[in-house]
């Protein structure tokens, strides 16, 4: 099965995101920001990326760009809340930077699920 790697700093979220793309069969790889991400990318392994943009350390508009540099054909999807200015600017900038969808915060596993199944086909 296909390898994802979800980058996200709030450590509830990102593990109802990985129990949710496990029940699925899914080999997920977690990261808590930007940096641990990019040391842990194994492009042998990892199909899509799932970042949050707005994190300590490394930022994930850098995640995107640089795994896009690692492995072009890695699908990405972007996830923000945005903090104070809200998701939309972010998520713009994502979706430019390569990302291949972008979701908003707050969203449903089913719908990130939905759509990592979607891109990995």
Do not use: C, N, W
């Not at 999807?77 to 998701?87: H, N, T, W």
């Not at 900038?93 to 707050?106: F, N, R, T, V």
């Amino acid at each position: 099965m296909a390898g994802v790697m979800i980058v996200e700093d709030d450590a509830a979220l990102r593990e109802l995101l990985k129990d949710s793309l496990e029940k699925r069969k899914y080999t997920v790889i977690t990261a808590a920001d930007g940096r641990e991400a990019l040391a842990k990318f194994r492009p042998s392994v990892v199909d899509l990326v799932i970042t949050d943009l707005l994190m300590p350390e490394e930022d994930g508009l850098m995640v995107i760009m640089k795994i896009r540099e690692i492995k072009p054909s890695t699908r990405m999807i972007a996830i923000s809340g945005g903090g104070k200015a809200g998701p939309g600017s972010y998520l713009m900038m994502a979706s430019k930077l390569g990302a291949d969808h972008i979701i908003s915060k707050p969203f449903l596993p089913s719908e990130l699920v939905q759509k990592v199944k979607e891109l990995l086909g």
